[in-house]
């Protein structure tokens, strides 16, 4: 058994818990719309179509944003075609994903759901095929209250009430050479610099997103971001960034490190946009939409099958997930939290059905993939302040990142409560952590642990399905002692630990 110790102290206060870090993403894609949080017939669906099932446990994942309606779709997209009568509506060819768009549900359909389930809506403009007109028109759709063409388009439409859309991206990972619209940083800075500048014209009070780059490790990743924020600095609050793991070669014990890349992508997005800013003159501070992010198995296959050609929402992009993709996805939602200080918002990509917590039979059950676990565990308990903290542990070697700690955390704190989020990386053993937490102000020993829970399996690729839905999932941890405070983490585990004053 490995030994570890972990101080908390209050003292190191990173930010507050942002709740838009428990964003998520809800892309025309595969079945993540239609047969994921829409199939009108299911029979738990609502009277506008609507799984309950699925609703209910978008709720219990506790999202709270959710960014729509693409991702690569959004670059190829009319959003004109998904108002008004339904059997008015044009079906398209969805280049980005080779399938076919029938437009049933469209952004009203979307905010109505987004309403019933509690969430705030974050959406994404084309500027791949479309450009400033495009964005202006959409907006004064969804945000004006009336007395306008396109205002009162939405109220003939049926939404009497403005949707009040806060926060908008310009675009979509238009640094990539797979985006329709794909552009060199000037060209996209350009765009995104006018539409910005448009949009505001409208409501200088939105909030407004540029495009950062597709993953740390494209050609153009640091460049981009600097190009792009020098020509609009002043006109957006937030620069994306997108990363997507997963286990290669085999190599277990480097996957699960790979929260290593997502620590390196945010504090060099952070250094540029600060050296931008330096460069500018300027006294603000641009932040990081984390807005893509998960484990994503992208060197399987991802097109629709040969033959089937232009299908309506086909099975894509439907990753199994299994305990070890669990844990290093709450390496990564840890990484988020402990970057709370410049980390804005950010989306675990998708929500249903597509790299998804969430798993649908079409016109059958729904269920929780081992990821949607972690999520839902630091949706529910990371409250108040976000606290960092720095685990005395052993580390292993990887060949991508070197050396890397056994034990990845973060906790976070409000008046009543204490939470320590703890991943064990170890492939092997166990970890006994003993646990420093005097300062949190009665003295050590003054504090006891009050639940503590694990996510593991003996079997590091077990999976949950429809038939054995909770084969993994959270179960309380006993191993806790006092005198000193200590627990025992089982290799490959996320853990939450709640602590409080005895
Ligand atoms: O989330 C799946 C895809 O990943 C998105 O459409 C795209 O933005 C990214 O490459």
Redesign the pocket.
């Known amino acids: 058994m490995l030994q570890a110790q972990l101080t908390i102290d209050p003292a190191h206060r990173v930010a507050p818990v942002r709740r838009r870090t428990f964003g998520t993403?809800v892309?025309h894609?595969g079945r993540c719309v239609y047969t994921g949080i829409y199939e009108p017939g299911h029979p738990t669906a609502d009277e506008e179509g609507f799984r309950g099932d699925v609703l209910a446990l978008t709720r219990e994942l506790g999202v709270s944003t959710v960014r729509y309606p693409?991702?690569?779709?959004v670059s190829g997209y009319r959003w004109e075609d998904g108002i008004g009568p339904r059997e008015q509506r044009p079906r398209r060819l969805d280049l980005?994903w080779h399938s076919t768009e029938t437009n049933e549900i469209g952004i009203d359909e979307f905010i109505r759901w987004t309403r019933v389930a509690g969430l705030e809506p974050m959406m994404a403009v084309n500027l791949g095929t479309r450009g400033v007109q495009e964005a202006v028109d959409l907006l004064e759709y969804c945000n004006i209250p009336s007395g306008t063409a396109l205002s009162d388009l939405r109220i003939a439409n049926g939404a009497k009430d403005p949707h009040d859309i806060r926060m908008w991206c310009l675009g979509?990972?238009m640094d990539?050479p797979?985006q329709i619209g794909h552009k060199t940083a000037l060209e996209y800075g350009r765009i995104a610099a006018e539409t910005a500048r448009a949009m505001r014209m409208v409501d200088p009070s939105l909030e407004l997103v540029a495009c950062g780059s597709?993953g740390s490790s494209m050609p153009t990743f640091g460049t981009w971001e600097a190009t792009v924020l020098e020509e609009t600095y002043d006109l957006v609050d937030h620069i994306s960034c997108?990363a997507?793991y997963e286990e290669k070669d085999g190599d277990l014990a480097g996957f699960l490190a790979c929260a290593s890349d997502m620590e390196h992508f945010i504090s060099t997005v952070v250094s540029t946009a600060d050296q931008v800013g330096a460069k500018l003159g300027s006294r603000k501070k641009i932040s990081v939409s984390f807005d893509?992010w998960n484990v994503?198995y992208l060197s399987r296959v991802q097109a629709a099958e040969p033959g089937q050609d232009w299908p309506v929402a086909p099975p894509l992009?439907e990753d199994h997930y299994h305990l070890a993709d669990a844990v290093a996805f709450g390496s990564l939602l840890i990484t988020l939290l402990r970057h709370s200080d410049r980390v804005a918002a950010a989306c675990m990509?998708?929500l249903v059905n597509?790299?998804a917590p969430i798993m649908t039979e079409p016109g059958g059950r729904a269920w929780r993939q081992t990821t949607f676990h972690p999520f839902a565990q630091a949706a529910r308990h990371a409250k108040g302040d976000v606290v960092r903290v720095e685990p005395v542990c052993p580390t292993y070697e990887t060949a991508e990142f070197g050396a890397v700690p056994v034990l990845h955390a973060v906790a976070t704190r409000d008046e009543t409560e204490t939470t320590l989020f703890v991943v064990n990386r170890s492939t092997a053993e166990p970890v006994e952590l003993e646990l420093d937490a005097g300062a949190l102000g009665a003295g050590t020993g003054a504090v006891r642990i009050v639940e503590a829970t694990t996510l593991t399996h003996e079997d590091v690729y077990a999976r949950n399905t429809a038939d054995d839905p909770d084969r993994v999932a959270p179960r309380p941890n006993t191993s806790h002692r006092s005198d000193p405070l200590r627990i025992v983490l089982p290799p490959v585990s996320w853990n939450v630990i709640r602590l409080s004053r005895a």
Do not use: K
């Not at 693409?70 to 779709?73: H, I, P």
């Open positions: 993403f892309e894609l693409g991702g690569n779709f980005a979509n990972e990539g797979w597709s997108h997507y893509e994503w992009l990509a998708q597509v790299i």
